[in-house]
């Protein structure tokens, strides 16, 4: 359920439990609160497979993926770099044209508010046209 009641769990997408459930525990945790958050963000949010295996997260074009790595989770932000990040918890590709990325390690404590206000003005701009549009 979503905070405001709605259900979204017609918005999962079984390939992605597939992804996470055969990750190291520690991974999963990781994977399934960003599922959470970026699901929870808004209920048009809807998760796939793209690229053979990685769970992706779309409304009006990408919003995230998610990538596990050997030491961390990589979550891709696809945000053109122009989402603020105030609380500093982009941690690769500042200056990547197409998305950033906030890696997570085993321990590592998950910025929520943060994550869910990029996740917030990610969707934002999506349904403005999209980053390419909006750095026009």
């Not at 958050?37 to 009006?60: H, S, W």
């Not at 929520?112 to 549009?133: D, S, V």
Request: aromatic share 6%; charged share 25%.
């Amino acid at each position: 359920m979503q905070g405001d009641g709605r259900d979204v769990s017609q918005n999962r997408d079984p390939r992605v439990d597939a992804y996470i459930d055969a990750l190291p525990e520690w991974q999963q945790t990781i994977c399934r609160r960003v599922r959470e958050l970026v699901l929870a963000t808004d209920p048009d949010v809807q998760e796939t497979i793209k690229r053979a295996d990685r769970p992706y997260y779309v409304l009006d074009g990408n919003i995230c993926a998610l990538l596990a790595a050997r030491d961390h989770v990589n979550i891709f932000l696809y945000d053109g770099a122009i989402v603020p990040d105030p609380q500093g918890i982009i941690t690769s590709g500042h200056a990547n044209k197409t998305a950033r990325t906030v890696a997570i390690r085993r321990g590592d404590p998950i910025n929520a508010p943060a994550l869910t206000a990029m996740f917030r003005q990610i969707i934002a701009n999506n349904r403005a046209g999209g980053w390419r549009k909006l750095k026009e």
